[in-house]
């Protein structure tokens, strides 16, 4: 495509120099449900972005951009918690200061993680022992056809492991307009993880937490406005029981983290670290020296950089370790999204 259409460099946190037939804005449902009709009229793809941190623009982009600005944050108090109702373009670490700001406790290990709300349900985002699914209450989705909206209580939303029904049933013809978050008064610190473990329980405080979050995470990650990168780059591996002895047999090191299924999930960052891969780079792409889990853009790299560095960590760690990776982060193709693991098999 020429270059008269406009670039998704601003909007994809990796920094790919792809061009979009088009890139709008929308700040109601109205506007989402009137571009999902033009694009329907004109037999065009459509995709909905929040901050652009968890994609990966393989080529130009055939269809409409749309970038979810629905904003606004209502809260309601009850005895036992603080209700919010979320619109789904706001910031995820502004509504995280936000909260703390208003002494509600509940998001401070989520911290400093990149993109929308709207965008968190979708991959129930995760750090520090804390996953969205723990405060959500519900997501409110719109029918772009119908413009009816439709409200799913969290038992609904099928959340996994960087999964939800938002990637499956709910991925196409549908957006999410707003999450209802539940901060309960009764804190439940999690001190779980790294430097939150070395913390006083008897005495933390949910802004300690949000400290100590906010200083590992600056320490390890590169930040997306300087480097570009889509934070974790893969899933960590979860394997069965027998598969897991098999590397703990070879490996005694390797930090293993056991699920309440009997299965074990495995560091993808130290699996990658053990095949020396930290500052390998192929083109203008590069592993993080910092966090082997990270794919940075280095050097003005192309998507082909980056799937072909993806391609190689799967290929080394495979061979180590008989463990293959998976993307976490979503690859979108000219007409929409593809399969992530196919395009880097
Ligand atoms: P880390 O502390 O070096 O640990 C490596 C991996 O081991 C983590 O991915 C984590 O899995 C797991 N782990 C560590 N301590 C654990 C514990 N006490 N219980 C269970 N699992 C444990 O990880 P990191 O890369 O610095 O990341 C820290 C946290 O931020 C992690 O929760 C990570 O998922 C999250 N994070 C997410 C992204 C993203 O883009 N999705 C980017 C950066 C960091 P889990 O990932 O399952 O927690």
């Given at each position: 495509m020429s270059s008269q259409y406009p670039s998704l460099k601003p909007f994809n946190t990796l920094g790919i120099n792809v061009v979009a037939r088009d890139i709008t804005t929308a700040k109601t449902i109205a506007d989402l449900c009137d571009a999902w009709q033009t694009c329907q009229q004109k037999n065009m793809p459509f995709i909905l972005l929040g901050?652009?941190?968890?994609?990966?623009?393989?080529?130009?982009?055939h269809g409409m951009v749309v970038i979810n600005r629905l904003m606004g944050i209502q809260v309601e108090e009850k005895d036992d918690a603080w209700h919010l109702h979320v619109?789904?373009?706001?910031?995820w670490h502004h509504l995280v200061e936000y909260t703390l700001a208003q002494g509600?406790?509940?998001?401070?290990?989520?911290?400093?993680?990149?993109?929308?709300v709207g965008s968190a349900p979708i991959q129930n985002i995760g750090a520090y022992g804390v996953e969205l699914k723990d405060v959500c209450e519900y997501v409110d989705i719109v029918d772009?056809?119908?413009?009816q909206i439709k409200r799913l209580l969290a038992d609904a939303c099928q959340f996994g492991y960087r999964d939800s029904l938002f990637k499956h049933?709910?991925?196409?013809g549908y957006a999410i307009t707003a999450v209802g978050i539940k901060l309960a008064k009764t804190w439940h610190p999690v001190m779980t993880y790294g430097e939150l473990t070395k913390l006083n329980s008897a005495t933390v405080t949910p802004g300690q937490i949000f400290d100590g979050v906010c200083h590992m995470r600056r320490s390890k990650l590169p930040d997306p406005e300087i480097t570009g990168n889509v934070g974790s780059f893969f899933k960590n591996p979860v394997v069965d029981a027998i598969e897991a002895s098999e590397i703990l047999h070879h490996y005694p090191d390797v930090p293993h983290y056991p699920q309440t299924n009997g299965a074990v999930k495995l560091a993808a960052g130290w699996l990658i670290d053990q095949c020396h891969l930290k500052g390998y780079r192929i083109g203008g792409a590069a592993v993080h020296r910092q966090q082997a889990l990270v794919i940075i853009n280095?050097?003005?790299?192309t998507s082909q950089d980056i799937v072909a560095l993806a391609h190689e960590i799967r290929q080394r760690v495979g061979s180590k370790f008989n463990v293959l990776l998976e993307p976490e982060v979503r690859f979108i193709g000219a007409m929409g999204e593809k399969d992530a693991t196919e395009v880097i098999s």
């Open positions: 901050g652009g941190s968890n994609v990966l623009f393989l080529e130009d982009y619109g789904a373009g706001e910031n509600f406790s509940g998001l401070e290990n989520l911290a400093l993680i990149p993109g929308c772009l056809q119908h413009g049933a709910y991925r196409d280095e050097n003005n790299a």
